[in-house]
């Protein structure tokens, strides 16, 4: 894949935290692309670095003791350093965000109706009438009932499921080419979670913006990613297009994801869970991140970071590819 | 809806009574507080206080004479002054009720006004030197005591420089009546509202600093900053709607304390006969009848405050209207 | 032609002045003070506040004359046409009502005005009726029957105009009692029950034309008034006279500075003194009245039950230092005696002090301290009472150094001046010790030895009882009343009687006496002849405004 095809290009990304212990860097060297009309997901578990990741896109860390170096390539324009007034132009219009918690991303004291109107026109110059028809359509197309009725409605009138579903439609109301979903379904329940992939899905073909979608849940990541980034301490471990990632998992941190996803078809089988945590941001180790809990570590895995290895897709492991697969059929303890 | 109402009411009234008798209970314990013998006149015979005490009931026992002057409060309404023979006090509280309405309600669109800017711009320099000098202002305007600062401002503008171009426009001091000249009422109230708000100022703009914030860490404000709004938009727009909730009821309460008669150190200060000073002259004086009339007036006016910032608070924010 | 038109504008403007008003007539007299003083009705109230109005108000068949200087404390004729010799070794006066006056309400002034208004003190409850006013026959029985009140002791003629008082016993101070306006004539139809804030329509030189007391009042011409004496109700120099009511002293001081008002009632704060004094000196008067400062001490109670202890307190109190926490020897004059220096009987005298004779010059405390061991009160628990107002308070402090310094364990209580007059009379509430004040009625020498020190005026249980030491001595209310017997024929002799008395009961050491005070008044710039009569202080009618 070209650069020049590249809807979003991130090279090297990593942010750091001024602390009063020194430097912590939460994402070190963090490289990925996102295409045209390509949902790409990113999953790990927290404190992975997967949703600084993302703000830093917008650059909406709102930390004053952060520094963000790398590069964020948006359809050629540099967003690292970029100057407030042109982030500004950008967010909400060109790439927009939703986050994690429905019940708290919408201002309490506006309708919902009134809160997209107000990302509608801060973007186009619509009159108060074409930007509440707008609003109205939107409401529509993300499948809120009644519109009409609904638009006048509070936050905390929803339920959870419309909350989300108001986001989403506010989010896409200036048709962004990107959409950052910062783990969109966590908070909802199961039922609504499926409504709300649905609607994820269909929006890259309704809209056409492409979507990097957070998750720590592998099977979001199963039902609707294109292409699947692992993250681990702060770096992308293993990337690969879906099919292949679950096909042919090749870092052996994948491997303990994959392990602690329950089957439904199948002998029921205990949960493996990964033993051990990850280090903490300011005790990285100065090899492997994963190493320490890594089964299968070996001496030169704790001396140096491996790099990401490009066969069959790209991996951070210096196992090599032929001994993975035998590594992988061990079973793996209790 | 009915029954909230019905609700308050019992709750006014009850309110109502406890203090009412618990004034009228503090009163006769007061050593030499019985009015006889001052309204008799100074060397006045026994007879005379005797008689003095017969005709205001002062002979009776003290439940009977609540009961008598609640009477003559509330059924009769001509409940008479024990220290200005003949004067009835509940005429006297409604002619000064408009003093301190434009007192207070001048005051307060000042120091809301002022206290929204300096909260503002506080919250949005957080931690630079525009907000720390800014909150040491607020400070100071809370550490003077209000009758310090009336007294400081009448030794400059009515005193030391009085004649100067500065304060020469300041009219002497006391309460011009707004259909007698509006002009004059503006310019007789200007310094004493500067003053009043002074000390508002100060503790609304820390309130509302904090609760700016508070509110600036909430997650719809990163919503609204995704959004693409500039900060300015944010803060205005998202933030200060739902800190201004807080200030909205701290404001209903002591709107409604003031205007009971609580800014009487202000009035007293600047000859201002409002409420505030009736109270304080009845205190003065002792006079029950007027204490009473007074301070019935403020409860009232208290309670009524509650239950009008309760309805406010459903009104401004959206979430607590199924909550009632 | 021109000078010809010049003349007859001269000639005009010649008429024009001669008619204006003769010089200082107009203008408004703006008064300032920090609130009312109780009821409106002339025969009820009994402050210093309102008797300065009542008497520009109202009539009574004498007063004193209102003009400055000694002949102020003078009773002349009134509404009647002369002062009469009493008759019948003083138990009868008659007098003839003047003809042709009339009350602000246009109703002439008759007999039967007389009689309404003097029956009208016994059914008001007027302070004085049961003290002053029932020494007129028939004056008991109204007392004890108000509404059915005769007053048979009154007889007037209509048809010649004449009106007698029968008195009981002789009374040297009757007429004087007639001069205050209690025994102000008011209209016939004025009903019988107190005015309260409804000013009563009167026959003197000005009316009010409004009342409220939480915002003041506005006086005008009377137009009815014609001066029938210059003496008795002098024709009042300014047209319209305010009284303004709600202004702190501090502000009223400041007020008068910037020229907003022409004389303030109230005290200047020490404060200002030094300022007024400097800055303000022509616009400062200072006379001396009759009014002192004393603290008397309970009798009848521990410690000061001990006439030792009391000896003490009297030798070791310093007169300059509580003159100068008065604001200094121009505005308080020290004293050992009761009466003030301008009484009638008044003779200097004081044996608490260093070089006993005359005037008092330094404590003594050698003798002090000798007196307080003899006692045996070292170590005894005092409270001094005294009022939150300056200099009481001041005072009080001052005295309760002074007691421990004697050996007392004294502490302090500063009261609510509203309250604390009526405080200190009550012996429920076993005061032993009080910083307090007694202002005379009228110039007569027994308004304060007898009203002060008579066993009459000692009521215990009651908030008014003036006699606060509780001082009661047979023997000297035998002389009281004998000087009172002698006040009508042989005023000398009187006066002589009196000053023994007041030496007696200065030895007894019943109170110390610490000063007479000395008015200031503070006026506007503008603001000419001003008169300061010796019974109702400032005159505010005899005031000139306009230049």
Redesign the interface.
């Known amino acids: 894949m070209s650069d020049s095809q590249a809807l979003l290009s991130v090279r090297d990304l990593s942010v750091s935290f001024r602390t009063r212990g020194g430097l912590i860097r939460a994402v070190d060297g963090v490289s990925f692309d996102v295409l045209p009309q390509q949902i790409f997901g990113i999953v790990g578990e927290s404190g992975s670095g997967k949703s600084l990741t993302i703000l830093s896109i917008?650059n909406?860390i709102?930390d004053p003791n952060v520094i963000i170096a790398g590069s964020i390539r948006f359809a050629g324009q540099e967003l690292v350093g970029a100057p407030a007034p042109v982030m500004?132009?950008?967010?909400?219009?060109k790439i927009?965000?939703i986050?994690q918690?429905p019940m708290?991303?919408?201002?309490?004291?506006?309708t919902i109706g009134a809160q997209i109107i107000?990302?509608i026109r801060?973007?186009r110059q619509l009159s108060a009438a074409a930007a509440h028809q707008r609003m109205l359509d939107l409401l529509d197309a993300v499948g809120i009932p009644d519109p009409r009725q609904t638009f006048r409605r509070?936050p905390?009138?929803l339920s959870g499921g419309q909350r989300q579903r108001a986001?989403i439609a506010?989010?896409l109301s200036c048709d962004p080419a990107l959409l950052l979903a910062d783990e969109p379904t966590t908070a909802l329940d199961v039922t609504v979670q499926a409504q709300i992939l649905d609607l994820i899905r269909d929006l890259r073909i309704k809209f056409g913006s492409s979507i990097i979608l957070i998750t720590h849940n592998l099977g979001v990541v199963a039902e609707v990613a294109d292409q699947v980034a692992v993250m681990y301490s702060g770096r992308i471990v293993e990337q690969a297009n879906t099919a292949d990632l679950f096909a042919n998992p090749s870092h052996p941190y994948s491997w303990g994801l994959l392990g602690s996803m329950p089957v439904l078809d199948g002998p029921r089988k205990r949960l493996a869970a990964i033993p051990g945590l990850p280090p903490a941001l300011d005790h990285r180790p100065p090899g492997c991140a994963f190493a320490p809990r890594c089964h299968f570590v070996r001496a030169a895995c704790e001396t140096t970071p491996p790099p990401l290895r490009a066969a069959p897709h790209p991996v951070a492991c210096i196992i090599d590819e032929h001994e993975r697969t035998s590594l992988r059929m061990e079973p793996l303890e209790q | 809806m009915l029954s909230a109402i019905i609700r308050r009411l019992i709750h006014m009234i009850a309110v109502l009574f406890g203090i009412s008798v618990l004034v009228f209970l503090i009163f006769f314990a007061t050593p030499g507080a019985n009015p006889a013998a001052r309204i008799a006149g100074r060397n006045a015979s026994p007879q005379t206080i005797a008689r003095v005490e017969r005709q205001f009931g002062l002979n009776k026992p003290l439940p009977v004479q609540y009961g008598l002057m609640m009477k003559k409060l509330f059924i009769t309404q001509n409940l008479t002054s024990f220290v200005n023979l003949g004067e009835k006090v509940v005429p006297q509280v409604f002619r000064a009720a408009p003093i301190t309405l434009s007192l207070v309600t001048g005051a307060a669109v000042i120091w809301i006004g002022f206290a929204v800017l300096i909260g503002l711009l506080a919250a949005a320099f957080r931690d630079t030197l525009i907000d720390r000098i800014l909150m040491i202002l607020s400070l100071i305007g809370i550490s003077m005591p209000v009758f310090w600062v009336a007294t400081m401002a009448n030794l400059i503008t009515q005193g030391q420089f009085h004649h100067s171009w500065l304060f020469s426009w300041v009219p002497p001091l006391g309460y011009v009546p707004f259909n007698t000249s509006p002009l004059g009422w503006f310019k007789a109230l200007i310094i004493p509202w500067f003053t009043l708000a002074i000390l508002y100022i100060g503790l609304y703009a820390r309130v509302l600093r904090a609760a700016l914030i508070e509110t600036m860490q909430?997650?719809?404000i990163?919503?609204?900053?995704?959004?693409?709004?500039?900060e300015r938009?944010v803060l205005m727009?998202?933030a200060l709607?739902?800190a201004m909730?807080g200030i909205v009821t701290l404001f209903g309460l002591d709107f409604g304390a003031l205007v009971g008669g609580g800014a009487l150190l202000t009035e007293v200060v600047f000859g201002l006969q409002g409420i505030g000073y009736l109270t304080y002259q009845a205190l003065e004086t002792l006079d029950l009848p007027m204490i009473l009339a007074t301070v019935i007036y403020a409860s009232v006016f208290v309670v009524m405050s509650n239950a009008v910032v309760d309805i406010l608070y459903a009104v401004?924010?959206?979430?607590a209207r199924q909550a009632r | 032609m021109i000078k010809r038109i010049l003349l007859l504008a001269l000639l005009l403007a010649g008429m024009a002045t001669a008619q204006a008003a003769p010089a200082g007539y107009g203008g408004t007299l703006r008064m300032v003070t920090v609130s009312a003083s109780g009821t409106f009705d002339p025969q009820v109230n009994y402050t210093l506040r309102y008797a300065q109005l009542f008497q520009m108000l109202y009539d009574g068949l004498v007063t004193f004359a209102k003009t400055g200087g000694p002949k102020s404390v003078t009773i002349v004729p009134d509404l009647a046409t002369a002062v009469p010799v009493p008759t019948d070794h003083g138990l009868t006066y008659q007098f003839t009502l003047r003809t042709g006056v009339k009350f602000s309400n246009g109703q002439p002034v008759t007999t039967a005005a007389v009689v309404h208004s003097f029956r009208r003190l016994f059914k008001v409850n007027s302070p004085n009726a049961g003290t002053w006013y029932d020494v007129i026959v028939g004056g008991r029985r109204c007392l004890a029957h108000p509404r059915s009140c005769k007053l048979q002791g009154l007889v007037v003629d209509p048809a010649t105009n004449s009106i007698t008082f029968h008195l009981r016993h002789p009374d040297a101070e009757f007429l004087d009692q007639l001069a205050l306006a209690f025994a102000a004539i008011l209209p016939v139809n004025t009903p019988d029950h107190n005015m309260g804030t409804r000013p009563v329509p009167g026959t003197g030189t000005y009316m009010v034309k409004s009342y409220d007391p939480s915002t003041g009042l506005v006086m005008v011409r009377n137009p009815y008034f014609h001066q029938w004496s210059a003496l008795a109700q002098p024709k009042g120099f300014p047209s319209v006279i305010t009284y303004r009511f709600g202004l702190s002293a501090e502000s009223q001081v400041t007020a008068v500075e910037n020229g907003q008002y022409d004389w303030m009632y109230e005290d200047v704060p020490a404060d200002r003194l030094n300022e007024i004094a400097t800055k303000y000196t022509k616009q400062v008067h200072i006379t001396p009245t009759n009014w002192t400062l004393y603290v008397p001490m309970n009798v009848n109670i521990p410690p000061f039950n001990n006439k030792d202890a009391r000896l003490a307190v009297e030798y070791a109190m310093n007169r300059e230092s509580t003159v100068k926490l008065a604001g200094g020897n121009r505005l308080a004059i020290p004293t050992c005696i009761t009466l003030p220096p301008k009484m009638p009987g008044y003779s200097a005298y004081c044996p608490f002090t260093k070089n006993p004779g005359k005037h008092w010059s330094a404590p003594n405390w050698r003798l002090a301290r000798h007196y307080m061991k003899k006692s045996g009160m070292i170590g005894q628990k005092v409270t001094v009472i005294t009022s939150l107002q300056a200099p009481y308070r001041q005072i009080g402090v001052y005295t309760q150094d002074v007691l421990n310094r004697l050996g007392f364990k004294a502490s302090v209580k500063a009261i609510s001046p509203n309250i604390d007059f009526t405080y200190i009379q009550n012996t429920n509430n076993h005061v032993q010790i009080s910083i307090t004040d007694w202002a005379q009625d009228y110039p007569a020498p027994s308004d304060f030895l007898n009203v002060l020190y008579s066993c009459n005026s000692f009521h215990k249980g009651s908030d008014s009882s003036i006699n606060i030491s509780g001082f009661c001595d047979p023997a000297i209310d035998a002389e009281m009343s004998k000087a009172e017997l002698f006040s009508l024929k042989h005023p000398n002799q009187a006066d002589a009687m009196w000053s023994h008395i007041d030496h007696q009961i200065t030895r007894r050491a019943v109170a110390v006496n610490l000063f007479s005070f000395e008015r200031l008044d503070f006026v506007s710039a503008r603001l000419r002849n001003f008169q300061f009569s010796g019974e109702f202080f400032f005159l505010p009618q005899l005031a000139k405004i306009k230049p």
């Open positions: 917008l909406l709102g500004r132009s950008i967010r909400g219009n927009a965000m986050f918690d708290t991303a919408l201002t309490p004291v506006h107000e990302q801060q973007h509070y905390h009138e986001v506010m989010a | 909430e997650d719809y990163r919503t609204a900053r995704a959004k693409g709004l500039s938009q727009h998202h709607r739902s909730i401004i924010d959206p979430r």
